[in-house]
């Protein structure tokens, strides 16, 4: 959008090259030295006696020589001084042509402006429509399943299954110490044989709180009747696994590893609580405690209705990802306002600089006039001087050899030495100028306007505000 306005303010900017010139460009002759260069005593005292009184001599000549090299010099100054004064006032007059490129250059914003709201807006939309629908059908799973709490926020479940594998590798290692005692491995082989048992413990206790427990807390009765059955069967099980891994223990220590399994079943069957040792007891404790234990820990990986966790997660989701899109939508837009209204602000400061540089070259170009005026004025004094030294020590020559004083006649500037006509200067540009001042700030105003116009766009729907503040009640 700012490129046009960069591209014109580069333009104007590139204008000012090299310095303004110096008023010390003319400075004065050294007439001593002019003398002493062109020997001017000497050639008198040594002018041939009787020389006629008609016309220049050779050493007016050459004094008139001097003061035109001076003056042509001086001359060349001042065209090339007087060429880049009036330079820099056309270049720093506003013209038509530019009062068209800022018109070009602001519309061409005002469009880059709209186009990328627009395609800001066709986005924010399509995200919009999926907050909506997950809106809705987070809704309706509420109303079909009678739910009035917020689904369950699920915490790290990397903390979760961390906390399943220590509970795994702890029973494996407490099991293989109780184990320890009757294999010949010692504690390495009852630890192999403990990790067995484990995984027998800590698996169904996973798996029942992930499909037992839904069938458990559902509001249909008949689903909920089969997650009572769920909860015996399991409950059965870590009863019925925990006594058989005690009285394996007793047989375990008793058979010096070895255990037959009829025996094994015989013992279970007949006495199930009859446990010689009691660190069996302990062992099966400890079993259905690490199972129990398992149980909440694994329920804690999603909420326990059945696909209420999965909608509430999606549904948070969408609404995290248009929020995000909304942030960088008008992040974007605000960059693009900014820049846009920055090259503009450059050109109308670019704009009333040139005002006052014109202003400072035209009385720049009036000053250089009047000192090589002054410059020329100079050169004909001078001339005048050297002219009347030579003249006066010629006379006291001519004196002293007994001669008539030569007559000499009017003394007279050279006529080269004329001032130059100073030509007129540009319109002054003081209405282009300001109604091109008057076009920034409406461009300006136009684009601030359409940023505070298109942010009422990129509201997020009023069900997530509401959404959010639920979730901010529900943690506190």
């Known amino acids: 959008m700012q490129k046009a306005f960069k591209d014109l303010l580069e333009s104007l900017t590139g204008l000012r090259d090299g310095v303004l010139p110096s008023t010390q460009a003319f400075p004065p002759l050294d007439t001593a030295q002019i003398e002493r260069d062109l020997d001017i005593e000497r050639r008198a005292n040594e002018s041939p006696v009787g ?12 004094i008139l020589k001097e003061i035109e090299n001076r003056a042509r010099k001086g001359n060349e100054e001042y065209r090339t001084r007087l060429a880049l004064y009036e330079s820099r006032i056309r270049d720093a007059t506003a013209t038509a042509e530019l009062r068209v490129e800022i018109d070009a250059a602001g519309r061409a914003a005002i469009s880059d402006f709209e186009l990328l709201a627009t395609n800001h807006r066709n986005h924010l939309l399509a995200l919009r429509r999926e907050v909506d629908g997950r809106e809705a059908e987070y809704q309706q799973f509420r109303v079909t399943h009678h739910l009035d709490r917020l689904p369950r926020a699920v915490g790290s479940q990397l903390a979760m299954k961390l906390t399943l594998v220590v509970f795994f590798f702890m029973e494996t290692i407490v099991n293989g110490m109780f184990f320890a005692q009757g294999s010949e491995a010692g504690i390495i082989g009852g630890i192999m044989q403990a990790a067995v048992l484990s995984v027998l413990n800590v698996l169904p206790a996973v798996a029942f709180a992930m499909f037992g427990i839904p069938f458990l807390v559902h509001r249909r009765f008949v689903i909920k009747t089969v997650g009572v059955l769920l909860l015996l069967a399991y409950l059965a099980w870590l009863l019925a696994l925990n006594v058989l891994i005690a009285h394996f223990r007793d047989l375990f220590i008793a058979g010096s590893g070895h255990v037959e399994l009829n025996v094994l079943w015989q013992e279970v069957v007949s006495r199930p609580f009859g446990l010689k040792d009691a660190q069996s007891w302990l062992l099966a404790c400890l079993g259905i405690l690490v199972g129990l234990t398992s149980v909440y820990s694994a329920s804690k990986l999603d909420d326990p209705y059945w696909g209420y966790g999965e909608i509430g997660r999606n549904r948070e989701s969408t609404v995290h990802r248009f929020a995000d899109r909304k942030e960088e939508c008008l992040f974007e837009l605000g960059e693009r306002r900014n820049d846009a209204v920055a090259a503009m602000t450059d050109v109308m400061h670019e704009l009333r600089r040139y005002e ?110 509401n959404r959010k503040a639920e979730v901010g009640n529900a943690s506190s």
């Open 51 to 62: 020389a006629a009184d008609d016309g220049f001599d050779v050493v007016e000549m050459d």
């Open 356 to 465: 006052y540089e014109r202003r400072l070259a035209t009385e720049g170009r009036l000053n250089l006039h009047a000192d090589f005026c002054s410059y020329l004025e100079h050169l004909g004094t001078s001339y005048c001087e050297l002219v009347a030294k030579y003249r006066g020590r010629l006379s006291r020559v001519r004196a002293a050899a007994g001669e008539d004083p030569r007559q000499f006649g009017p003394m007279r500037g050279p006529n080269f030495l004329v001032h130059p006509t100073l030509s007129a200067l540009p319109e002054i540009d003081g209405d282009i100028r300001r109604l091109a001042i008057e076009k920034l700030e409406y461009y300006i105003k136009t684009v601030n306007d359409g940023f505070s116009a298109h942010v009422q766009d990129y509201d997020v729907p009023a069900h997530a505000l």
